[in-house]
């Protein structure tokens, strides 16, 4: 019998939230011979202080799972980048991936595509040619120049993927994955999750605020006054920890004034699943995550958005923009009950896994090459002008 040839796969995963994103296109891959599934565990997942998620890993059921710490808590994000790239790079260079498959715009995907392409392995990104604030603006689209593959949510994306220069039949849309997670007919459902988190109120609302690296100076105030609008309030808070991006100390240290409130239950992370679950039973989700713009809306339940983090993301009518002012954020908390709950598709419809399994059939995939060109598209017309 011939044997099939089997590709090896290498996942970087470095936070809950590529993760959640990658979990099902990894158990995709890895249901099929054809290939051989590696993972790169790093960054937050490792770290106790925020819930050493790398556990949930290994509790998908993954194979070949390799614990790599790339940081400590004095390590700014350029260090962790070139920590990251060093480690990576000896672990590719041991067991010779085909292709690494990154996400988003964190400092380990960079590592990902930096290592990949500088030793001449396929990459492919995920989520590529999305807008936001913060650093990962930049760091996504320097993600998508250095890979070769991409594996977009939609339509739009892939045209702006075309203006970096990217050629359109190295992208496919498949939708954003975590829509099959949304999706599934699988999540927990609330009364497991109240007792799994031991959360005692059923009515309440998600506050999930990050640090925006470009405003480190400002920081302190925005937190100190969420915190204090959160505390003044007569409403149940679930939160949960940041990232751990740069200024997210600043903001955990004004957290310490929310432990051991009555209304408030908090935690480092949530599993994914448990935390969808938590989210669609939620009154709102308040803050800066990307959730409250990518899959609250899915479910219906309305958003505050908090500040620029998330700004020129698309927005839908559930999701209420404001500024991170104590008069700001509790204008918005009166408005929000008004919005009514109804949920819209706006990023696939939970078909990824299949998507990108199927893209990954394709022996053309196999035979990208890893020199790229960029598309030159200079001649196109500017502002309505020939160029
Ligand atoms: N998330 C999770 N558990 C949590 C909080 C968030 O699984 O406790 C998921 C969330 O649903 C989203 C992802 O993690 O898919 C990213 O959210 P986060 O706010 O951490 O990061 P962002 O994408 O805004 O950078």
């Keep these: 019998m011939e044997r099939i040839k089997q590709y090896k796969v290498m996942f970087l995963t470095g936070t809950r939230a590529d993760f959640g994103k990658m979990k099902t296109l990894m158990l ?31 509790k998908a059921g993954l194979p070949n799972i390799y614990r790599f710490i790339n940081q400590n808590e004095n390590d700014s994000m350029d260090q962790v980048l070139a920590k990251t790239v060093a480690g990576l790079s000896d672990y590719v260079k041991e067991m010779a991936p085909d292709m690494i498959v990154v996400h988003g715009d964190r400092v380990e995907a960079l590592s990902g595509a930096i290592v990949g392409s500088l030793n001449n392995i396929r990459v492919s990104h995920i989520e590529g040619g999305e807008v936001s604030g913060t650093i990962d603006e930049l760091i996504r689209h320097a993600v998508s120049k250095m890979s070769h593959i991409h594996f977009v949510s939609n339509k739009v994306a892939m045209t702006r993927l075309i203006q970096l220069g990217e050629a359109e039949e190295s992208i496919h849309i498949i939708g954003s994955p975590d829509v099959d997670v949304m999706n599934s007919k699988n999540l927990p459902d609330m009364p497991e999750v109240k007792r799994y988190y031991n959360i005692r109120f059923s009515e309440y609302a998600i506050l999930l605020f990050h640090p925006v690296t470009t405003e480190i100076k400002d920081i302190r105030r925005q937190v100190t006054e969420l915190v204090d609008v959160v505390l003044a309030s007569n409403q149940n808070f679930v939160v949960l920890y940041p990232n751990n991006d740069h200024g997210t100390e600043i903001i955990l240290e004004a957290y310490e004034r929310l432990r051991g409130a009555p209304r408030i239950a908090m935690y480092p992370s949530m599993r994914f699943e448990y935390f969808l679950t ?110």
Excluded at 30 to 51: C, E, P, R
Excluded at 291 to 317: D, K, M, Y
């Design 28 to 58: 995709k891959l890895q249901a099929d011979d054809h290939f051989q599934v590696h993972i790169f565990v790093t960054g937050m997942h490792m770290l106790s202080k925020f819930g050493s998620t790398w556990d949930e890993v290994r």
């Design 278 to 387: 938590l989210m669609k039973n939620s009154l709102y989700i308040m803050g800066n995550s990307s959730s409250g713009i990518r899959e609250a809306p899915h479910f219906g339940v309305p958003t505050i958005n908090l500040g620029s983090r998330q700004n020129n993301r698309v927005s839908t009518e559930s999701v209420l923009n404001a500024p991170i002012t104590s008069e700001g954020i509790q204008n918005a908390m009166r408005e929000v009950g008004r919005i009514p709950r109804v949920a819209k598709e706006l990023f696939g419809n939970g078909n990824s896994a299949a998507a990108f399994h199927q893209a990954l059939l394709n022996p053309s995939i196999w035979s990208t090459e890893t020199q790229k060109y960029f598309i030159d598209r200079s001649h196109f017309k500017l502002n309505g002008k020939e160029n």
